[in-house]
């Protein structure tokens, strides 16, 4: 009964490949998004849908690409992956909020990605 | 810009000692303030959050945290550390995006190392 699970747990391989990491929440919420957490553990966000719709693009290169099936799944796909892409990948999902009322994420356990 | 300040990048305390962890935030409305754990290999745990009201909220595991506009601070505390706290734990801000409240950003954490 995990609340947000994101698939694989670890995930070793060579740069240049094509990968594609899996999230899944069971939470009724209908918004999702993933964060990468650097060497450093500094947590920043890259993407965020709402009901299946892009709401959140910060500056992340074209070989990142989110996409939504439906408000349950976020799936991220990296494309001729670099050195650089190496970190720990989190998932997490929340209800969208107009600014009141209750609000919070709940994570994945995270996606440790490692490049080389 | 809204940023997250964790002063502390690593605190060691003996077990059954109490706790302060530091956080100070830049938001120019009124924030919505959360305090996550992360212990190690695992994903981030919600402790407790703020949003509105009684300005010292309670959180699991025995923390609090108290909100203090004038000092834009929302330092974390428990009263006596158990050696199952020792986590990396990070503090973070809501923004709006959009209009809507559903971005998290976060600081850099603190690692809390716990003596027997």
Redesign the interface.
């Known amino acids: 009964d995990t609340a947000?699970s994101q698939t694989p747990k670890y995930l070793v391989t060579q740069m240049g490949n094509d990968k594609s990491i899996k999230c899944e929440q069971n939470l009724g919420h209908d918004?999702m998004y993933w964060?990468k957490q650097d060497s450093?553990?500094?947590?920043?966000?890259m993407f965020?849908y709402?009901n299946k719709e892009l709401?959140?693009n910060e500056t992340v290169p074209n070989r990142f690409s989110p996409k939504s099936p439906d408000k349950a799944h976020l799936n991220l796909h990296i494309n001729s992956l670099e050195l650089g892409d190496s970190a720990v990948y989190?998932c997490a999902s929340?209800l969208?909020?107009?600014?009141?009322?209750?609000?919070?994420?709940?994570?994945?356990?995270?996606t440790r990605l490692t490049v080389v | 810009a809204q940023s997250v300040t964790q002063p502390d990048i690593h605190i060691t305390v003996s077990e059954g000692a109490s706790l302060e962890l530091r956080c100070n935030y830049s938001y120019g409305a009124t924030p919505?303030l959360?305090w996550?754990v992360?212990s190690p290999g695992?994903?981030?745990?919600?402790l407790l959050?703020y949003?509105s009201g009684d300005t010292l909220v309670q959180g699991i595991k025995g923390f609090e945290a108290e909100f203090k506009r004038s000092q834009s601070s929302f330092n974390l505390r428990k009263p006596s550390v158990h050696w199952s706290d020792a986590a990396?734990y990070?503090c973070a801000v809501?923004a709006?995006?959009?209009?809507?409240?559903?971005?998290?950003?976060?600081g850099?954490?603190t690692?809390l190392a716990v003596q027997p």
């Not at chain 1, 450093?40 to 966000?45: E, G």
């Open positions: 947000v918004t964060y450093k553990k500094f947590l920043k966000i965020s709402n709401i959140i989190f929340s969208w909020d107009r600014g009141l009322g209750d609000y919070g994420y709940t994570f994945g356990s995270g | 919505y959360f996550y992360q695992q994903g981030l745990q919600l959050k949003f990396e990070f809501g709006l995006y959009g209009g809507a409240t559903n971005k998290l950003i976060f850099t954490g690692l």
